[in-house]
């Protein structure tokens, strides 16, 4: 339990309907009540029972002044999202009345809260662990529901089950060769060998497969990067209109009007994408349009998906040499290949272009970025492109740099662990490794000693009033 008691607007700052600001700390009750009058006097908020709510006023009392109509909802310690009392204020959404409550708080006894400070005495207390805290801003933070369903499934707490599965085991195999270490002179085995061999293949395929998930759960939290690009004048900019439905990007038929890159967010289908369009590779000595190009390839070394955007009027020959050329330059790229203005082309010319060489695996797709038409079918075809796997209830997909990293470091130490079993290293230098794979899981969920330097940049980026 904390000594002060905290304060923070809870709702976003600026006009509304309604607006919450929270107090947390053993003070809350207290503090709350020499400021709320009830509306009808049947209990103050000091006699109020956990999780109800109180209609009543909050009064300036030095001036007598009422400063609005509220309600009081009212959480007792431990059962509260802290651990601590907890009262909350509704109120109406002015920023006036918002600053009025703050500052007669202040005046009362409670400091304003630092922003993720909610959440952190909830991990301090032990109301969830780190990994579950950090879930909580990735919630805030969702923008698909894609990225919402992974950012619960953390809070739920399945990724903290699975890493302290295999803390526990790896604790379990620890104590024993420590055990082996007590009664070296009797030459006693606790720890069967062959036993942890197969303990530590497993637990290294499960950090392994755990680490390689990373890239499918960062492309879900921050969007799956996808870069439109093409020669000059074939429809990026107007295809990029078109998926957002607003015109975002400038149109014009002069070669070269796309010098930067332009970036919209989309979701399709409960995933959320980053559309790039770039400016149109082609030779050029304008020394803007160029830096625009370096650009263009900087962002298609960035990107997971590449929409090539082709002129459907231009030769078979021309087509053929900008394929070979792109293919070239984008080896291990995912690619969808956009035959744009067929509405200019016949059947025959269509037909004739059906035969181009797509590499195998890419995809392609006639359509009118200007008229609208294979739209829809297109959006299909990047949803399938990028390969984003059925996520199930149970499923543990790593979302987090931080958590990635210390498997990285976790995954180190393990396949020491492997190696030492190989070479038939004594049991001190084993208990040494698995030690340090135990450490780095413990980072994760906070089961380990964690700096105060890391919760504060941990917490830092939340924000204020959770």
Known sequence: MHNDTICALSTAPG?????????????AIAIADRLFKPRYPVHSIKEQRSHSVNFGDIYNRETGSIVDEVLVSVFREPNSYTGEDIVEISCHGSSFIEQQILHLLINHGCRMAQPGEFT??????????????????????SESAAAHRLAIQQLKGGFSKALNDLRNELLNFTALIELELDFSEEEVEFADREQLN?????????????????KVGNAIKNGIPVAIIGETN?????????????ERALVSDIHGTTRDTIEEVLVLEGVQFRFIDTAGIR????????????????KISQATLLLIVLDATRSREELISFIEQIVQKTPDKKRVFILNKADKIDGAKQEKLNGLPFPSGDQSIFLSAKRGDGIAALERLIVEASQIPHIGNNDVIVTNLRHQEALQQAHTAIVRVIEGLRENRSGEFLSQDIREAIYYLGTITGGAITPDEVLGTIFSKFCIGK
């Open 234 to 246: 074939v429809g990026k900019s107007t295809l990029l209109n078109r998926l957002l439905h607003e």
């Open 15 to 27: 006009q509304g309907a309604i607006a919450i600001i929270r107090l947390s700390g053993k003070e």
């Open 120 to 141: 952190q005495r909830a991990y301090l207390d032990g109301k969830m662990d780190l990994s579950q805290a950090e879930a909580v801003a990735d919630i805030i933070a």
């Open 283 to 298: 030779d050029t000595h304008d020394q803007i349009e160029t830096l625009g190009i370096e650009r263009t390839f900087h």
């Open 198 to 214: 197969l303990l530590i293949d497993h637990i290294e395929t499960i950090i392994a497969k755990l680490i390689d998930s990373f």
